[in-house]
């Protein structure tokens, strides 16, 4: 299974357009998202996939968010933290910004992958059995290139997406 990971989008409805324009082109219909979106317009962007959501600091209008979430694809999801099993690979995600539920997930060594943003930065590392990946950022403050990650989870094979080249 293939899912897409994005994360501070921060309202960029170019990048974001560019983004799922991609995605459907990969046939990628899944997509963790590690907060930021900050407007339930962006959420509405999703409509076509299936979402899982999680709060970041610039969520501020979260039941906006959390009702546009609701119209996108049967299984979409918004909360704090998400967890699940997907192609028997045990995941999480959370935004970042609260860094110790963020250190508590990596080092627990329950998870296969740990999905995080907040830092607009790309990372991809091995922490015991679990692998920390934060796909950068799409919008907002930039701190390193815009990009957004396609991860096989049954092979681990990440592919990164920078939007300059998209």
């Known amino acids: 299974m293939k899912i897409?990971?994005?994360?501070d989008t921060h309202n960029n409805l170019t990048g974001i357009q560019t983004?799922?324009?991609?995605?459907?082109?990969?046939?990628?219909?899944?997509?963790?998202h590690c907060g930021d979106m900050t407007t339930g317009e962006t959420a509405d962007a999703f409509h076509d996939f299936?979402?899982?959501?999680?709060?970041?600091?610039?969520?501020?209008?979260?039941?906006?968010?959390?009702?546009?979430?609701?119209?996108?694809?049967p299984g979409s999801s918004s909360a704090e933290v998400y967890t699940d099993m997907l192609d028997g690979k045990i995941i999480a995600a959370v935004h970042g910004h609260n860094a110790p539920l963020l250190r508590s997930l990596i080092e627990n060594g329950r998870y296969d992958y740990v999905f995080?943003?907040?830092?607009?930065?790309?990372?991809?590392?091995?922490?015991?059995?679990?692998r920390v990946i934060n796909p950068g950022a799409i919008g907002g403050a930039?701190?390193?290139r815009r990009s957004f990650c396609v991860l096989e989870l049954l092979t681990g094979d990440l592919s990164v997406y920078p939007l300059d080249t998209i």
Not at 19 to 32: A, N, R, W
Not at 50 to 73: K, P, W, Y
Not at 116 to 130: A, C, I, M, P
Request: aromatic fraction near 2%.
């Open 4 to 7: 897409a990971l994005l994360s």
């Open 19 to 32: 983004t799922l324009s991609k995605l459907k082109e990969l046939k990628v219909d899944t997509v963790i």
């Open 50 to 73: 299936c979402i899982h959501h999680v709060r970041g600091n610039g969520d501020l209008d979260t039941l906006s968010i959390q009702f546009a979430i609701q119209e996108c694809r």
């Open 116 to 130: 995080h943003g907040h830092t607009h930065r790309l990372r991809d590392e091995q922490t015991g059995k679990t």
């Open 142 to 144: 930039i701190r390193s």
